[in-house]
């Protein structure tokens, strides 16, 4: 699965499961079949804390749903065959908020009737007059569920252009919102399912259709092929009146692939058609074997926080799959290919061999998101996608600079820590400790350990140390103790390096592990042993140049380097997991032949700069002087990190009125010439690169360069864009209505939300909302808050004006107090925890002086939404970083702007 990602750091996706107790069970009266008459009562057994008992599995799995997109509940028949491995008086399920009406148990030949009990919001129990002995039984239930017009997680039901739709997403808890199930990915099983569904919808799911039938009710019941094993999270299905795009028959099998849209919008799949079949022919080259499965769907859902891997019916958010015919932006087709990339990677790594347990999530979402760019960059070499693996790095680790990280396997005791392992830990630091593994074993090896874990657990579920076997085993060595120091614990390594040459005899580059940890960081809990690091320094003298290896396996370790170098890289290709603490010697020399590095090269070295600024190593001075030439690279991933860097320096707030005019001689001084050129519409013959970053650099120095032409620009274009679509090119849309909105008046607003208000086209509704919260007047940013918790739009679409308008420091503490004034309100029509991420507003702050008033209104509220609490702690601390970085930092930045000429 992939998730989204908003600026200021803020994560933010439609999340589901909850604690709190559901509808109340009703248990069903005594079956006439059943050979027990008693109705004497016990005490209800005791539900299982988390996991099900392991004294029984499934075997197979057959749902029969009536499903009516313009009704909100659906009517479901459960038929479980099952293998007891122990005698059995209760039998228990997932379920949550289903009502079950009647269970009965067929075993050794009689049918019982189950009592009902409730088991909490995560469980049912089913208890039978006596003990089934072990063996085969097989479970029926009938119920009824929801569906949800608020909640993406369990079966949703969506309305777009008028017609009504059905969607269902469970990763990793939601299931068991529309089967009573064995809802863990350990319990991997065929399905079956039967739609029933009426005149003028199409069903769809997994697999292919095997009949149809027309019933007296006026339903008609569409009966799908039985499906590989599978968990119940990659179980999926849709209805509704959906239009089909033809993308070929693909691959070793000649896969038939087809594009999903909601009726009408057949013209905007032109991309995912294209692409979608050269990018699974790459893997299926990667992996050695065809597409495990019989058919392929890719289908467009019109609210949906990413996408999610199931297998034959892959689902995409809308704007992230389908574009109108003329607003296909550059962004729209990297986007789209590489999570199409990451969810078809998962057909191998998650679907056709699944993880056992939620503590391994990293098999799945880690080799996904390590496989996106390999695959991409054979696709679209010209993208430069590679080089972003750098900033993914980087990213990664800022949060793994927590002492409230998680480690990348980390127990799970909780559905809170379920919902807490999609995060950047799981997908960016684990893609990252891959890559540094792969190049430590080498390419060909690696792929090789992989296409023999595949074999041997195809179809079936696996661990970590199951998948570290088979890279060993074609390794030629034993790689799980090195690769387990970085799986097993939270945090990013800091090697000190240092470079001592002995006359003519040559050098000794040494090397020295610790825990990285920011200044304002919580002290670390406990002392670890070391890290067992893959390094490869790089290092030259003159135009000669050589690379060397070490396990650093220590606390302390050296590479003897065989002449004096001018200069040394201990992080060679960017391709280890760890923060290089240059001697500031070493730093001094590598500054001099920056411009020489590659492009991934040049942003870990300024990642690390930066991580050795925050923990006092070095001033900021010494980022700000690598940023001068990073500004002028040729690599626009490189200027993009430029340009961040830059604007942080107000959004921070280290800079104030009196700093304000050399603060903006800077920012013209690095970007004005190329966002000038660059202007607001494309050149003839322009590449790609130039496309994809023009957007950044002229929003930076249109709103902090304050370049009154740009900002005339983009006033103008976003009001003609208000009446003409094509006015705008969609590369530089999203900037021209944001500055737009950002020195607008009480007109604009009002056209931005009267346009808003009729807008059919949820692409367009959703950047008019989005730049609803980037108007900058106290009273039209307060007007735009208020719709959050207005009728006016779809509460899931209006909160990203609560994530737009702290894109403004000034901006945050009315934001602040509209989310603490209204809080109830605003949550009370999203999905259940989406709440769970709002202390992040408390955070943007910035003041540590305000931890105790965030914690005191986020606490108890946190504990409320499942995975709130870690995101409140990793909110409190983030916020204390800040806090100290500012507070240390702010003098010397305005001492470096008032030193420049």
């Known amino acids: 699965m992939r998730r989204s990602l908003v600026r200021s750091c803020l994560f933010f996706a439609l999340v589901g499961c909850a604690e709190e107790p559901k509808a109340p069970l009703v ?11 008693s109705t004497t009562t016990s005490p209800p057994p005791t539900p299982p804390a988390l996991r099900l008992p392991d004294t029984i599995r499934p ?53 019982f009737a189950a009592r009902i009990v409730p088991g909490g919001a995560n469980h049912v129990g089913l208890v039978l007059p006596s003990e089934l002995a072990k063996g085969r039984a097989t479970i029926h239930a009938t119920y009824t569920g929801h569906l949800s017009a608020t909640e993406v997680d369990g079966a949703s039901r969506q309305i777009e252009e008028g017609d009504a739709y059905v969607f269902t997403h469970f990763e990793p808890l939601a299931a068991r919102r529309v089967f009573p199930c064995f809802d863990e990915p350990s319990f991997k099983s065929p399905w079956q399912l039967t739609l029933r569904v009426k005149k003028g919808d199409v069903a769809l799911s997994n697999t292919s259709v095997v009949s149809e039938t027309e019933e007296k009710d006026g339903y008609r019941a569409v009966v799908f092929a039985e499906t590989k094993p599978l968990p119940s999270y990659l ?24 594009i999903v849209v909601p009726r009408g919008k057949e013209t905007w799949a032109k991309f995912a058609a294209e692409s979608a079949g050269p990018v699974l022919s790459l893997l299926e080259d990667y992996f050695g074997e ?163 874990y595949m074999h041997e657990h195809a179809h079936g579920t696996a661990t970590s140390k199951e998948f570290l076997a088979a890279i060993s085993k074609e390794a030629g060595k034993d790689v799980s103790p090195a690769f387990s120091t970085f799986l097993d614990r939270p945090g990013v390594p800091l090697v000190a390096t240092d470079t001592v040459c002995d006359g003519t005899k040559g050098a000794t580059l040494s090397l020295a592990q610790s825990r990285y940890l920011p200044a304002g960081a919580a002290a670390a809990t406990s002392a670890v042993a070391p890290w067992q690091i893959p390094v490869c320094a790089r290092f030259g003298k003159g135009k000669k140049e050589d690379a060397l290896c070490t396990l650093l396996a220590d ?67 010494a980022v700000l002087a690598l940023v001068e030439p990073a500004s002028k690279d040729t690599n626009v991933h490189v200027v993009e990190l430029a340009a961040g860097i830059t604007g942080s320096l107000r959004d921070i707030g280290f800079v104030d009125a009196a700093s304000q005019p050399k603060y903006k001689k800077l920012v013209n001084d690095l970007f004005a010439a190329r966002a000038r050129a660059l202007g607001l519409r494309s050149k003839p013959k322009e590449d790609e690169e130039t496309r994809w970053v023009r957007a950044s650099i002229v929003d930076l120095v249109a709103d902090q360069g304050e370049d009154a032409a740009l900002r005339a620009e983009c006033t103008k274009l976003a009001t ?47 950047r008019l909302v989005w730049a609803l919260g980037q108007f900058r007047d106290p009273a039209l940013l307060k007007r735009a808050l208020g719709l959050v918790i207005g009728a006016e739009f779809d509460p899931r679409e209006s909160v990203r004006i609560v994530w737009a308008a702290l894109r403004l420091p000034t ?58 609490p870690r995101q409140l702690a990793q909110a409190l601390e983030g916020l204390a970083q800040c806090s100290a970085y500012r507070t240390r930092e702010t003098p010397k930045v305005r001492e470096f702007l008032a030193a420049r000429k």
């Not at 248990?27 to 008459?37: F, G, I, K, V």
């Not at 379920?418 to 080498?442: H, L």
């Not at 209104?857 to 409320?864: C, L």
């Open 555 to 621: 606390g302390k370790g050296s590479l003897a380097l065989p002449y004096c170098p001018d200069w040394v890289l201990p992080n060679d290709g960017a391709s280890g997991y760890f923060r290089t603490g240059h001697s500031k010697a070493d730093l001094a020399k590598l500054g001099k032949h920056f411009p020489a590095l590659t492009a991934s090269e040049k942003i870990a070295t300024i990642g690390d700069v930066s991580a050795l600024v925050r923990n006092a190593t070095l001033d900021i001075g």
């Open 235 to 258: 179980v999926a299905f849709a209805v509704g009146p959906f239009g089909f795009v033809d993308a070929g028959k693909v691959g070793k099998k000649k896969t038939p692939v087809r």
């Open 290 to 452: 065809p597409y495990p499965y019989e058919k392929l769907d890719l289908i467009a859902v019109p609210m949906f926080g990413g996408a999610m891997e199931n297998p034959g019916l892959v689902t995409y958010r809308q704007s992230l799959i389908l574009a109108k015919p003329g607003q296909e932006s550059t962004g729209f087709r990297r986007a789209f290919a590489s999570v199409n990339a990451h969810e078809l990677s998962h057909q191998w790594f998650g679907d056709l061999v699944t993880t056992a347990w939620w503590d391994d999530l990293w098999l799945n979402e880690a080799f996904a998101t390590w496989m996106t760019p390999k695959i991409i960059e054979k696709y679209k070499p010209e993208w430069d996608v590679p080089t972003g693996r750098a900033g993914s790095a980087n990213g990664a680790m800022r949060t793994d600079s927590l002492t409230t990280a998680r480690a990348i396997r980390q127990p799970i005791t909780s559905n809170d820590d379920i919902k807490n392992a999609f995060d950047g830990i799981t997908y960016q630091k684990g893609a990252a400790t891959i890559a540094m593994f792969e190049r430590y074993v080498g390419a060909e090896k690696f792929q090789r350990g992989v296409q023999r």
């Open 720 to 766: 003609a864009w208000l009446k003409d679509r094509a006015a705008v090119e969609p590369e530089v849309l999203g900037t021209a209505l944001g500055i737009a909105a950002s020195f607008g008046d009480a007109a604009l607003f009002d056209a931005y939300l009267a346009e808003a208000k009729h807008a059919k086209d949820r692409v367009d509704r959703e």
């Open 59 to 111: 075997l197979k799995n057959a749902a029969k749903l009536t499903i009516d997109p313009a009704k909100d509940t659906f009517d479901g028949e459960m038929t479980l065959d099952v293998e007891l491995l122990a005698q059995a008086a209760v039998i228990w399920l997932n379920q949550d908020g289903l009502t079950l009406a009647r269970a009965t148990v067929d075993s050794g030949g009689k049918t």
């Open 811 to 868: 901006n945050v503490p009315i934001v602040y107090a509209f989310v603490t004034e209204h809080f109830d309100a605003i949550v009370a029509h999203l999905p259940r925890d989406y709440g769970a991420g709002f202390p992040q507003v408390g955070a943007a702050s910035c003041d540590a002086s305000k931890a105790k008033e965030i914690e005191a209104f986020f606490g108890p509220r946190a504990k409320t939404f499942v995975g709130g």
């Open 27 to 37: 248990s069903p009266l005594p079956s006439a079949t059943s050979d027990a008459t």
